[in-house]
């Protein structure tokens, strides 16, 4: 309300609610989609005569959501979710980057990584696939806001606040850059990995790195889902204040 001119102020304001609410749904849902799919792929890769269906996805999903919903209705849950949620996606991703470039069967070069553009998805310019392909590193920092919204739960917010989400930029980019860096180093099969049977690319990439060993890709692929599953209880919260804010506001 204050950037917009006073005549416009409310209706404008009204329409940046709706938006970050719906945002927040849609990004609740992704996650809740996301963690379903990761579950019955892992099922699918370890039986591979269990056919997977879009029904299955959305009741994993709504199911999901249920359970962090339920969750939320404790504070000391959600607070605890949240710390569990940070160290073991830290530690996924520091395991990742040493065991996965160590145990690889082979590996790519550093011009791979960093000098080949690869345009899988259809797109005639080189430029127009790169940014495209920002849409997943930028996923990583779509919750930056969500300290914010907080806010008012948050002890002392005027000192925390920006420090949570200067601290989360710097964490991200520590641990997300050579994640993607080691992904590359073991991307050998491209094609396997992209037209994967599964489904979800990086559990083909584990399979193929180790060198199609069941048991060490579902191992790996699991820290990965857990990860995402604690995820989820937040952004539970952080959703409910949006709309919280938005309806008494």
């Not at 997943?136 to 969500?146: I, K, V, Y």
Request: a neutral charge; hydrophobic letters at 55%.
């Amino acid at each position: 309300m204050t950037l917009a001119p006073r005549k416009y102020a409310r209706p404008f304001a009204y329409i940046t609610g709706v938006c970050n609410l719906f945002a927040a749904y849609c990004t609740t849902a992704a996650t809740s989609i996301a963690v379903s799919m990761f579950i019955f792929e892992s099922v699918k890769l370890a039986t591979p005569t269990f056919v997977l269906s879009a029904w299955r996805v959305y009741l994993g999903a709504a199911a999901l959501n249920l359970v962090a919903g339920l969750i939320n209705i404790w504070e000391k849950a959600v607070a605890m979710s949240i710390l569990v949620g940070l160290w073991l996606s830290v530690l996924t991703c520091v395991l990742i980057t040493i065991v996965l470039p160590v145990t690889a069967v082979y590996h790519t070069d550093a011009k791979f990584i960093f000098g080949t553009l690869d345009r899988s998805n259809g797109w005639s310019s080189d430029g127009m696939a790169f940014i495209v392909g920002l849409v997943n590193a930028n996923l990583t920092f779509a919750l930056l806001d969500s300290a914010a919204h907080l806010a008012e739960e948050t002890p002392d917010p005027a000192r925390n606040v920006p420090k949570t989400i200067m601290m989360t930029v710097i964490i991200e980019f520590l641990t997300a850059f050579p994640f993607a860096c080691v992904l590359m180093y073991c991307l050998t099969d491209f094609e396997s990995v992209v037209h994967n049977p599964t489904g979800v690319p990086i559990l083909q990439l584990f399979y193929v790195t180790y060198g199609n060993h069941q048991p060490a890709a579902l191992a790996t692929f699991a820290f990965l889902t857990l990860a995402y599953i604690c995820s989820l209880f937040p952004q539970h919260a952080y959703q409910a204040r949006v709309c919280w804010a938005f309806l008494s506001g």
